[in-house]
């Protein structure tokens, strides 16, 4: 059966700087989907910022299975409605793949609950990517290490969670290294956080990026959505598992009126 | 040097249910807090929901090493300017501990980036927490198990991230189980969830839930705040460590103006 | 293209325990193998301790891309070097699945560099096993929990690494708790630990231990052998990838002798 | 209470190799106790291959909250009951730390259960070491980063278990990375590998190299051995917590002669 999988694509700096309009003349969403493509199993969609609801439709997203986010400028630009009902997909089971200066939308910061901050510097240096974790299926393929002739800098510190496994490490030029494809899963959502991606450079017309991001959006599926996971539900006593008795003091039905818990 | 320990209380039900204040007439932040002061080295003060700013005022956090927080029926009365006050002190160093049923808490799930739901049943049933990990400093002194004779249960599967570590896990007298110890970093802080503590039991006068919060605060606390994660730098390329030649396009100014790094 | 599964079973209970003999007529190993080929692409074979090299000769395992392994009553006769070349196995990629009393294998405890112990209790006692990581392969098709009418206790602390990810964890009817999924990586080699099967009772012939076992086989599988893990090779100054200078002191070919990279 | 800290010295290049023995006219043993000596709480000793039983006897192992590791030449002359006390010591309880070429020693691959393989090269070359996790304790009063000015080069991928937390992260001059700063806990030991330490160069001279060893020593430390989690007892139906009854077949008294479990 085929992913599902949707680019979106934040279309500003692909509107206003030349030279990334040269890079990506049908912008950056659709070379990555390009890229995606490349897997004949892969279904692949794109849309942009500037769509109704930013093309994150209820709708769109219920009939997405992974996820891919690149934004760079509108970050505050993206609406928090639709923030939240992407990260409500995710904790049900959509995969989420966030590139490069992604690492700043709402989204991903959502849900890494930090900051996700490091420090930058753009200068088409060098960046070499290690696989540090060569049994991951996101480094399926791969040579031990691959370069980015052009590349913006990210230094570490990352301040991202631990995450469950560590797939590449960047080298840089100019002396910095970076943790560059992190895994996390967050409900039953599988997310990859990928660095490369700078949108004045070719990178997305490199083969070996375009291996990555087809790996994970085939490590990040996983299927249906478990919308059971969104709810927080009392399980009377009598229906317990084991026969317990109800014992001691209770809280009142109008003190449960309060809790958030439904 | 004294370990900053502040315990902040919702203090609700402690105010409208004659049972909790029955358990807790000094409400339960300062029967918690007498816990703490078992630790000669903490120096514990408390505060609750009713305070300006909820007792968490900018100076109030930043005189803070550790902060405990319990909460349950006023989850939604919590300002949203102090949740992101709280979680930036989190990022930069301070410790914070989780209690019960503050896992619903703004606090909680925006750290964890996940609904952090679980299922759940009111009925005094015996809960029965084993050490899964006898090496963690939040062990240290326990035996193999503890119980507490009246519980809230809590079931799996508690949809949040995977844990650094698994310290405890709960059986239920009704047949569920649940993780009931989970370390987290974020940023530079250190989190813990401690299950137990619901407010109609007597929880928070078990010797050994006295144990695992002093152990916990101690193992939170690690030194000063680290502001400079708070910031995403630009490193000017002539200040790069190894020399380097700016090379390839760039974002202008402009282009570079919209975007949030700062 | 099918997954090559070997079924290791010790086979030594079925031919000395009545029950277990009429719980697994053709051997437990047997009834593993039946379970597994209810997944059509599943490519099934099966071997035991008592054919020669154990069943584990060289040309075995390199046409095996996932081994499951069930023992208990002699971990002691597995042959040093057959135990070594399974281990070898997993490092270049070979997926493990060890099963209940395996965990006292000589392979287990060598991939965990930990004494693996637990403490037990053999009374028929009920075990409900409940799925905490909802989103994880090896959950795929299960319900909230399942249980096991009949099982032995394995209680904690269970003296294993802090794994990649914790997928099960039991309910015991005496009282106590257990990780029972746990999934591990060493060198390119996935495994995964699975509680249940204790020989005297029909676990093997649950529907629901069948579909965690499938899904365990699918997920431990990655592909190809990378042998290139085995070594530690120099690196030549002149094959450096920047051009460097070699500086400094530098051992003599005679003190390399001594070392053991190769 | 001081910490005991035993350093492990293997005492052959410095016997052998002029650069070493010129470098480290103490042994590099006492040359990184003289570091750890900063620390007026660490009452640290030496020993060395040579000595009887390697010094690493019952009474000194019993002895030691701490143990630090540096071994390269002569992995496979340290004896395997040496080894295995060792291990058995970490289970229980032992902080360990595990330096530079040490990767490949008997201790470490066995309880790391992998090869702990790496490419690497000898060319003097500059290592700068990134702190990717600033809040840990081992990161305690470092820079962002520091440099080694000689050091061997290590490449990843360095075949060990995912950590339970990366603390550094190192670049090479001739374009490589290594995740340089490690922890594990095996059993109830906190365990701690160290890249840096090439013996023909300067590097336990180093300030910041200083800092982190006192760091990790103290970071390691847990306090008691918990010599139960060697054992892996039954618990008699009798004494289940939860009353139980019997159920089921059993196997023999005879039938359970052969297991391992004691």
């Given at each position: 059966m085929p992913i599902r999988t949707l680019v979106w694509g934040e279309n500003v700096h692909e509107q206003k700087n030349k030279v990334v309009a040269e890079n990506y003349p049908d912008g950056m969403h659709n070379q990555i989907a390009s890229l995606l493509r490349q897997d004949a199993n892969l279904e692949v969609k794109t849309t942009t910022l500037q769509e109704p609801e930013h093309g994150c439709t209820e709708e769109a997203l219920a009939n997405t299975d992974v996820l891919l986010w690149w934004g760079h400028a509108?970050?505050?630009?993206?609406?928090d409605a639709v923030v939240k009902r992407v990260m409500e997909h995710v904790w049900q089971g959509m995969g989420l793949i966030v590139l490069h200066s992604g690492h700043h939308s709402k989204v991903f910061k959502g849900l890494m609950g930090s900051p996700a901050n490091l420090h930058w510097r753009e200068a088409g240096e060098r960046e070499r990517l290690w696989v540090v974790n060569p049994g991951h299926p996101i480094a399926k393929g791969l040579p031990a290490y691959f370069e980015l002739e052009y590349e913006e800098m990210y230094g570490e510190p990352f301040t991202v969670p631990e995450p469950l496994e560590t797939v590449f490490v960047s080298w840089f030029q100019g002396g910095e290294v970076f943790r560059s494809g992190l895994t996390y899963r967050r409900g039953a959502g599988n997310i990859f956080y990928f660095r490369p991606g700078h949108e004045t450079y070719p990178t997305y017309h490199d083969a070996n990026v375009g291996q990555v991001l087809r790996n994970a959006v085939n490590w990040a599926h996983q299927g249906?959505?478990?919308?059971?996971?969104?709810k927080a539900p009392n399980t009377p006593v009598a229906e317990a598992i084991e026969k317990i008795e109800e014992r001691g003091a209770k809280l009142s039905a109008a003190d449960h009126a309060g809790e958030v818990k439904s």
């Amino acid at each position: 059966m085929p992913i599902r999988t949707l680019v979106w694509g934040e279309n500003v700096h692909e509107q206003k700087n030349k030279v990334v309009a040269e890079n990506y003349p049908d912008g950056m969403h659709n070379q990555i989907a390009s890229l995606l493509r490349q897997d004949a199993n892969l279904e692949v969609k794109t849309t942009t910022l500037q769509e109704p609801e930013h093309g994150c439709t209820e709708e769109a997203l219920a009939n997405t299975d992974v996820l891919l986010w690149w934004g760079h400028a509108a970050h505050d630009k993206v609406d928090d409605a639709v923030v939240k009902r992407v990260m409500e997909h995710v904790w049900q089971g959509m995969g989420l793949i966030v590139l490069h200066s992604g690492h700043h939308s709402k989204v991903f910061k959502g849900l890494m609950g930090s900051p996700a901050n490091l420090h930058w510097r753009e200068a088409g240096e060098r960046e070499r990517l290690w696989v540090v974790n060569p049994g991951h299926p996101i480094a399926k393929g791969l040579p031990a290490y691959f370069e980015l002739e052009y590349e913006e800098m990210y230094g570490e510190p990352f301040t991202v969670p631990e995450p469950l496994e560590t797939v590449f490490v960047s080298w840089f030029q100019g002396g910095e290294v970076f943790r560059s494809g992190l895994t996390y899963r967050r409900g039953a959502g599988n997310i990859f956080y990928f660095r490369p991606g700078h949108e004045t450079y070719p990178t997305y017309h490199d083969a070996n990026v375009g291996q990555v991001l087809r790996n994970a959006v085939n490590w990040a599926h996983q299927g249906d959505r478990q919308a059971h996971l969104m709810k927080a539900p009392n399980t009377p006593v009598a229906e317990a598992i084991e026969k317990i008795e109800e014992r001691g003091a209770k809280l009142s039905a109008a003190d449960h009126a309060g809790e958030v818990k439904s």
